[in-house]
């Protein structure tokens, strides 16, 4: 059924806001007041810290329309904002959402949006507090703020990793990035053809990690569940060789990585065949994976993998020799970030 | 002294972040820790609520790069984000700032923006705590969320005016959107001209509130020293037709402003005559002037008076009378809205 196209102006400003925010109805106790006043509202606790974090996500940079739902574009915002919360070891527990929004831009697309914003709030169990909506004469900009609490004692720096700590990571690496690259190459066959099929099958599980990711909240839970403070922490947006550097600077160490321990789906290592990609690539400056990377003192190992859903890839070493991936013929190769500069050379 | 250019590719994300918040060292007490990690961790305490709030700024939209220089539009984003948070009557504490970069800028034009956000940050005792820069394929865009904290029974929402309170008004109106008329007009006149020599001699302070306008924090403070907890609160964003309907909104009640009480500044009624607009018209819905706009009940009249800063232009009525604006014969012409839609009509 084709939905009909209403123009925001219709609706000015302010009805559109109420209009959108009819769905969200806070979940937290901690929400106090949300949407429709100057600001949001949020209970303190004594005991606890508030975490804050923010983050954009840029049409033509950080997504294309052409093959981003709408409903899946709400969804992974949501993901995007509330995982650097997670990589704190906090609860997230409210989201604002500015949004620049071009003409282009129908009531039903925002509709659709905040319905995928609706769902992964749900899911995660954060209220959506604050917004606003601004007319944009270029692309569609969305920036995810998002807020979250943990005992003080519980927040996991960046800094905090020690010399034979163990690497730990979350699910597995590079699938998002080969779904990306699926959804070009469709794209891209496909330009100019009517009425496009693309063809996904057998790769269900790549689009699913690029369109619609789950920050790792569950992880934090059973981390708390099990009494296990990571020493350090951080997610995977920029993909592992970056994040690991990262956590090395801050924590002024070095890290060994086993090339045989890094986890890759089926899928990933099957498309990154099809199109003679080497999946380690993928896995290593991919990014867009939101896995959390941390580390634990060496005692914990048991405990740890008794968890189920992480992997210890590695370990803490000094900082002298710097970080390095290990192959499994013992040879040592330097990992190298990419982050900013990657996606400035893609425009 | 001409600066050169560099480019942004030149230092990368991670250093670029590193750079540009090395001028910033935390302030706040409740600031644990602020950029640097995924997220800020702010401390919370029992008796006080955290109040947040978001705002953007887009290049084309809300500001135009020829007239608008990178330290001005970094002082005034602070402005725009905390005064929000201002407009619940608590003390803004933290802010981060998400900008989408357009290859066009360059370094040294995020350095000037940058020294802005710190003056004003270092002005208002607000910690600038972390941010997010992306590239954008278009033009730039600013986001900036604002975290403050507030005794919760201080806290004033847009719901709680009551028949027959006093209406407060902070400053003066329209100057702002004056000071907007008169850098339009100067690029108009000199489009073309090399070298050009704006006449701006007389209006200076149209421009100060146009490109550096302050957050009202001082009156907060001052509110809060002569014990008066306002029943209701906004910011004057979109002018005082609007924000005088939107507390109407909230609180189900309506209102009467007198107009031979609206401040005006004499450099807004002389510009104002200068170009033949009623400067009525730009204190009503002109916008961006960032006052405070708020309800104490009629018992507080003399405190509130002996404040210095603020004046009573008008009272809380009754629903049913609708929102108002009276002239000195009498006469009343019931108050518009404007907003966002006046923002899309002068795309």
Request: aromatic content about 6%; proline content about 3%.
């Amino acid at each position: 059924m084709a939905k009909g196209r209403t123009e925001i102006a219709e609706y000015g400003e302010f009805g559109l806001i109420d209009h959108l925010a009819e769905g969200f109805k806070p979940q937290c106790k901690s929400t106090i007041c949300g949407v429709g006043d100057d600001a949001a509202v949020i209970e303190a606790s004594k005991d606890k810290a508030i975490v804050v974090s923010t983050d954009s996500m840029l049409e033509g940079v950080d997504f294309d329309l052409t093959y981003f739902p709408p409903k899946h574009l709400g969804y992974k915002a949501v993901t995007k904002g509330i995982s650097d919360v997670v990589a704190m070891n906090a609860t997230p527990e409210q989201i604002t959402i500015a949004l620049g929004v071009s003409s282009k831009i129908s009531v039903e697309f925002l509709e659709d949006f905040y319905a995928g914003v609706a769902f992964a709030c749900k899911e995660a169990g954060v209220d959506m507090v604050g917004g606003d909506t601004s007319a944009s004469v270029t692309g569609l900009t969305i920036t995810v703020t998002a807020v979250g609490r943990a005992k003080r004692s519980d927040i996991a720096y960046r800094s905090g990793a020690k010399m034979h700590d163990l690497i730990c990571l979350t699910g597995n690496l590079g699938a998002s990035y080969l779904g990306l690259r699926l959804l070009e190459r469709e794209r891209y066959v496909l330009e100019g053809v009517d009425n496009p099929q693309p063809q996904f099958e057998g790769y269900e599980y790549l689009l699913e990690r690029y369109l619609k990711p789950r920050a790792r909240y569950d992880v934090v839970e059973s981390l708390r569940k099990a009494k296990i403070v990571p020493t350090s922490m951080i997610d995977l947006t920029d993909g592992l060789a970056s994040e690991v550097m990262q956590i090395c600077k801050a924590s002024k160490c070095g890290a060994r990585i086993y090339l045989e321990r890094m986890p890759l789906a089926k899928q990933t290592t099957a498309f990154a065949e099809e199109i003679n990609m080497d999946p380690v690539v993928a896995a290593l400056n991919g990014g867009e994976d939101y896995e959390l990377l941390f580390t634990v003192p060496l005692e914990r190992r048991e405990e740890i993998m008794s968890l189920g859903c992480v992997d210890i890839i590695g370990h803490i070493t000094a900082e002298e020799s710097g970080a390095a991936l290990v192959t499994p013929d013992g040879k040592e190769i330097a990992l190298q970030a990419q982050g900013f500069v990657r996606e400035r050379h893609k425009e």
